[in-house]
Nanobody
Framework: QLQLVESGGGLVQPGGSLRLSCAAS????????IGWFRQAPGKEREGVSS??????STYYADSVKGRFTISRDKNTVYLQMNSLKPEDTAIYYC??????????????????WGQGTQVTVSS
């Protein structure tokens, strides 16, 4: 049973930090890409960052470069978010897709999704 569970969301002031976690179970991640996406109210879900378990390659959206860092261990992917801005407010989802099918920065190729965790950046 393939499962992704996000955690670590919450309320933070502008300029603050949060670390999101995505715990995977039920499958081996060796040939998968894990991506982080976010969806703000009234907006499309957008790709934020991703990491490949095959070669460690990463992707970052321009809006988060220099502020967010993605990392992994055996079964968990982390998204360290620093210098948070109000426009980072959204539900954050992690997703898994086979390395052969994922197109970085898009939802293409991702077949498994978590339930999401809310991130709110506000004073």
């Amino acid at each position: 049973q393939l499962q992704l569970v996000e955690s670590g969301g919450g309320l933070v002031q502008p300029g603050g930090s949060l670390r999101l976690s995505c715990a995977a179970s039920g499958f081996t991640l060796d040939y998968y890409v894990i991506g982080w996406f976010r969806q703000a109210p009234g907006k499309e879900r957008e790709g934020v960052s991703s990491i490949s378990y095959r070669d460690g390659s990463t992707y970052y959206a321009d809006s988060v470069k220099g502020r967010f860092t993605i990392s992994r261990d055996k079964n968990t992917v982390y998204l360290q978010m620093n210098s948070l801005k109000p426009e980072d407010t959204a539900i954050y989802y992690c997703a898994a897709g086979h390395n052969s099918f994922v197109v970085p920065g898009t939802k293409l190729g991702y077949g498994y999704w978590g339930q999401g965790t809310q991130v709110t950046v506000s004073s």
